[in-house]
């Protein structure tokens, strides 16, 4: 089978023409770069994307607290670890980078805070 595909590795991006064969890769043609090809294979056996989302803040200075994961995950779990993020409410104060959720993909990744929040209650 072929699929066109653009790089997102880098700004030029590439359209790619991908060959494989179910979640077989076997070749890439019109890639500027070998990180073009890394790009597609992963594409086509192991696709990952990084999640990004909000979580309700609980007596802070912002309502929700923007989040994300600090690596990509599996495509297929996605809309599972979407779930488990709707049910997080976290209590100010909280920093960039704390860790709300650890290991929310059962894979290493953590869901880690992308912005502060402060508590409001003195």
């Keep these: 089978m072929n699929r066109k595909m653009t790089c ?8 790619m023409d991908v060959e494989y064969d179910k979640n077989t890769f076997i ?5 500027f770069c070998s990180k073009g090809e890394e790009y ?11 999640i990004t989302s ?6 802070g200075d912002l309502l929700v607290l923007p989040v994300k994961t600090d690596k990509p995950v ?5 809309f599972d670890i979407i779930k488990k993020i ?6 100010a104060p909280v920093m960039i980078n704390d860790v ?3 290991n929310i ?3 290493g990744a953590n869901l880690v805070a992308t912005s502060n929040t402060f508590s409001i209650t003195k």
């Design 8 to 15: 997102i590795v880098c700004p030029r991006g590439c359209e």
């Design 27 to 31: 070749g890439v043609k019109n890639n």
């Design 40 to 50: 597609a294979k992963n594409e086509i056996i192991s696709p990952k994307r990084v």
């Design 54 to 59: 909000t979580v309700k803040v609980i007596d």
């Design 74 to 78: 599996n495509k297929e779990k996605i």
């Design 86 to 91: 709707y049910q997080v409410k976290v209590i």
């Design 100 to 102: 709300l959720i650890s």
């Design 105 to 107: 993909d059962d894979n």
